[in-house]
């Protein structure tokens, strides 16, 4: 490795891949590279592990395009979907000023035209995860 490493701090990939390119092939003991880098034993050590665990990344085919769309059109149901629950979630624990009572998951369910049914499944659900 150059001096250059010293001079510069710098954790870019570049460096990270030479660094971890020089434990590997055994060029280097990790002491010694850490004081020639200047960065400590642990980190070094963590950059080659995720280098090894997360390697086959780089041998990974790229998505086609159809994959691409298909998984961007699901995040933003997955999203929306998000937002929905949250507002029947606000919406059934909101209390309506004319009667002063909670809206309740059956007034929800009527106004957002959702059986009342599918709602408590999820809020049941809701209730196990928290």
Known sequence: MSKVLNK??????K???D???ELLKNHKKLDELSRETDQPTHVLSQWRDDF??????LFKEPE???????LKESNRLKTKIGEQVMEIEYMSQTYSISVKQRFGLLRVSRVWCIPHN????????????M
Do not use: C, D, M
């Open 8 to 13: 510069h701090n710098r954790r870019t990939a």
């Open 15 to 17: 460096r990270k891949f």
């Open 19 to 21: 660094a971890v390119i």
């Open 52 to 57: 090894i665990n997360h390697g086959e990344v």
């Open 64 to 70: 086609s395009p159809r994959e691409r769309s298909l």
């Open 118 to 129: 599918i709602l408590r499944k999820g809020q049941h659900k809701n209730a196990k995860n």
